[in-house]
């Protein structure tokens, strides 16, 4: 692998022959059959494996082969056998938007005119704990998670409920590399575009039935194996392949869809008359994490005013500017509150870095950057 992708990488014909391969159950003994390349386990056949260490291992290891280098998606029926709990989730959910409408959360929504909560995870956990607990204790949950991402990962979870007329998303990968823009993209050295999708699993629980005519996800089975794929889902004639060769699976309410977050995907086209509501997991590593907590706050607020001089000087070399704030400065979106701070005008919020940038070319006194320092700070609180 060369140490950069450019534009000469991206290859529809490479992406084709990736794209063209077939899954062959027998690679997968645990499983019960393959549906348009998807693998389909069953949740009591893997409960029952549980008590087995010998046993779960090996299927760890089949999980993790059928994410990384099979068709980088698998579903789990009946993952949740008791619909009680279930229930009971969506009922919070129902509770948590009819109170966030009130106050006006539940904004930046990547898929239109639909019922939104962030951070999911967090308030079913302080609105219900009994509820939490059945909910997340579930161990095939933890299973697949520890088969992509090995022990002491953190989940996050935010529900999505389509609405009936609901339009497709496009095709698209995910987070990290999958939030940011192709010119910034392309910065990134190659192996790292290839290994961010090992720091994050993605995830669904059904919480109603889906019937493929209330827009299921669009999956493009083995995508996820094209090296320079977060620089070329945007390109045209990628979407127009993944369209016309993308799969939709019926999900029944308790299945669990997880998938590698490089899998090319996108929510469909909701044409049933029935809401169709999902509580999506993005499960993270343990590894994405610095050693020290820094306060960025305080250190910009310390250089501000030599930078400030500098600017009404001889001013700054951009890639100076650049290097020193990308030193003390957040350059990235995440992680934040979506409630108070939500994406606006695409898929991250503004980053900490850009907001410095904002005011060294405006010249804003110390006092203003430190203002909208603190209010930045608090729109990210948990």
Not at 137 to 156: E, H, K, M, R
Request: charged share 20%; aromatic share 10%.
């Amino acid at each position: 692998m060369k140490a950069f992708f450019d534009a000469s990488d991206v290859r529809l014909d490479e992406f084709e022959q990736l794209c063209s391969q077939s899954v062959s159950l027998g690679d997968y003994p645990r499983a019960t059959h393959v549906e348009s390349n998807v693998v389909i386990y069953e949740g009591a056949a893997l409960r029952a494996v549980l008590d087995e260490r010998e046993a779960e291992q090996e299927l760890l290891s089949e999980l993790n082969t059928c994410l990384r280098s099979g068709p980088g998606v698998l579903v789990i029926r009946n993952m949740y056998d008791d619909h009680t709990v279930i229930d009971a989730s969506t009922e919070l959910f129902k509770d948590i938007v009819r109170e966030e409408r009130e106050r006006g959360f539940g904004l930046g929504d990547h898929f239109g005119n639909n019922e939104r909560i962030w951070n999911s995870f967090q308030k079913v956990c302080v609105k219900d704990p009994k509820t939490f607990v059945a909910y997340y204790g579930n161990p095939l949950l933890g299973l697949v998670a520890t088969a992509w991402l090995g022990p002491f990962y953190q989940i996050t979870a935010q529900v999505n409920n389509v609405k009936p007329g609901s339009k497709a998303q496009s095709p698209h990968r995910d987070y990290h590399l999958g939030f940011q823009a192709e010119e910034d993209v392309i910065r990134f050295p190659a192996p790292i575009q290839v290994m961010s999708q090992y720091l994050t699993l993605q995830g669904a629980v059904a919480h109603t039935n889906m019937p493929v005519e209330s827009g299921p996800t669009l999956l493009l089975p083995f995508s996820q194996q094209y090296p320079p794929g977060y620089m070329a889902y945007m390109h045209s004639e990628f979407v127009d392949f993944f369209n016309t060769n993308c799969v939709q699976l019926p999900l029944q309410k308790g299945d669990g869809l997880f998938f590698s977050p490089a899998l090319f995907h996108g929510a469909g086209t909701n044409q049933s008359s029935s809401d169709r509501m999902a509580n999506l997991l993005q499960i993270s590593s343990a590894f994405g994490r610095s050693m020290e907590t820094i306060d960025t706050q305080c250190m910009i607020n310390a250089v501000y005013p030599v930078l400030l001089d500098m600017k009404r000087g001889s001013g700054i070399k951009d890639c100076f500017l650049n290097d020193i704030l990308t030193a003390i400065a957040e350059g990235y979106s995440f992680p934040t509150n979506l409630d108070t701070d939500p994406p606006k005008g695409g898929y991250a919020p503004i980053p900490e870095k850009q907001l410095v940038l904002r005011a060294i070319e405006d010249l804003w006194p110390p006092e203003k950057l430190r203002n909208s320092l603190a209010e930045y700070a608090e729109r990210r609180r948990a």
